[in-house]
């Protein structure tokens, strides 16, 4: 089974910055794809970035050039670094991780089936 654990979150003023961790235990196979996505006051859930086991990221472009993801496999943590913050990035942020599908991730949420508990992000203006 796994389990993942998000830490990091705080409170900003906008313009700050913050580094988001999702630490896996359990095994994660090295085909999985590990996401970050966010739930911001009466918005729908959406995803923020996502990285394979290859270097591949990708990320929405809301926060292009802002938020940059990164793993580290060796320690099973992934990260969220998140600069120029806007009082628009409020949320509580999830890490979840799931299955590649013949090599590919993708930002459908049904593709993950492991999900942190969520770490909360307030960005003031």
């Known amino acids: 089974q796994v389990q993942l654990a998000e830490s990091g979150g705080g409170s900003v003023q906008a313009g700050g910055s913050l580094r988001l961790s999702c630490a896996a235990s359990?095994?994660?196979?090295?085909?999985?794809?590990m996401a970050w996505s966010r739930q911001s006051p009466g918005k729908e859930r959406e995803g923020v970035a996502i990285?394979?086991?290859?270097?591949?990221?990708t990320s929405k472009d809301s926060v292009k050039g802002r938020f940059t993801i990164s793993k580290d496999n060796a320690k099973n943590t992934l990260y969220l670094q998140m600069n120029s913050l806007k009082p628009e990035d409020t949320g509580t942020y999830y890490c979840?991780?799931?299955?590649?599908?013949?090599?590919?991730?993708?930002?459908?949420?049904?593709?993950?089936?492991?999900w942190g508990q969520g770490t909360q992000v307030t960005v003031s203006s």
């Open positions: 990285a394979d086991n290859t270097g591949w990221t």
């Open positions: 979840a991780a799931g299955p590649s599908v013949r090599g590919y991730c993708f930002w459908a949420e049904g593709k993950y089936n492991y």
């Open positions: 359990g095994y994660i196979y090295s085909a999985y794809c």
